[in-house]
């Protein structure tokens, strides 16, 4: 079953704007992930947040966690074409030592040149 | 230092016939999971392995069973092949699970008929 569940589906956009895609998950949470997938291939690994932190950057990156809201927000600044893939929020529990992420369907980022 | 690796890239099998797949994760990490990628289920979680031992498993069929050698390497094996069962099959390492991203694969392509 899905955990999280991200906002838009789809998302195009001019290069050099910024893009924002937003996860909305259901259960307590250890920590939740971002990965970007391109076309099939494996997911990359983008920036993990813990569930007592609001708000992580990394590069161009800037990901903030609503634990009250079950939300987090993923924003990518000044966009390039080569960001154009698919992005999923991705969730790990709270509970004891489980360890399995648990994602969402993914949104679709299209980036113009 | 190597990433994950997954062989073989690709594979076409019948439907009854069996399969394994193969996952080398980065030298040190000792958690290694699996995961089932289709378009209309989306990311599933299959197992967990962690020092040889399972540690986690997902809601799939006793048909899907896997496990970890000493080196840390990983294999995965479904029997009795349906045609559900095409999909991108992901492995994924990390050196210790819940509370470190993970690392990818590129995945397996198992395309049954």
């Known amino acids: 079953s899905q955990q999280g569940e991200e906002d838009p589906q789809a998302l195009s956009i001019q290069e050099g704007e910024n893009a924002t895609m937003n996860c909305s998950y259901k259960?307590?949470?250890?920590?939740l992930q971002w990965y970007r997938q391109n076309s099939g291939r494996g997911l990359v690994h983008l920036i993990l947040i813990r569930s007592n932190e609001r708000e992580k950057h990394s590069g161009r990156l800037r990901v903030t966690l609503d634990t009250s809201k079950k939300s987090s927000s993923l924003l990518i600044t000044a966009s390039r074409a080569a960001d154009t893939a698919s992005y999923f929020c991705a969730t790990v529990s709270l509970a004891g030592a489980n360890s399995k992420l648990t994602f969402g369907k993914g949104i679709t980022l299209s980036v113009r040149p | 230092k190597a990433g994950v690796t997954q062989t073989p890239r690709y594979l076409i099998k019948t439907r009854g016939q069996q399969v394994t797949l193969s996952c080398s994760p980065i030298?040190?990490?000792?958690?290694v999971s699996w995961y089932q990628q289709t378009p209309g289920q989306g990311l599933q979680f299959l197992f967990e392995y962690f020092s040889e031992t399972q540690r986690n498993k997902g809601n799939f069929p006793g048909r899907f069973s896997g496990r970890q050698f000493s080196n840390s390497r990983s294999e995965m094996n479904v029997s009795t092949l349906e045609l559900g069962d095409s999909a991108l099959y992901l492995c994924a390492s990390s050196w210790a699970g819940k509370n470190y991203g993970y690392t990818f694969g590129s995945g397996t392509r198992l395309t049954v008929v």
């Open positions: 259960t307590s949470i250890n920590n």
């Open positions: 030298s040190g990490h000792r958690s």
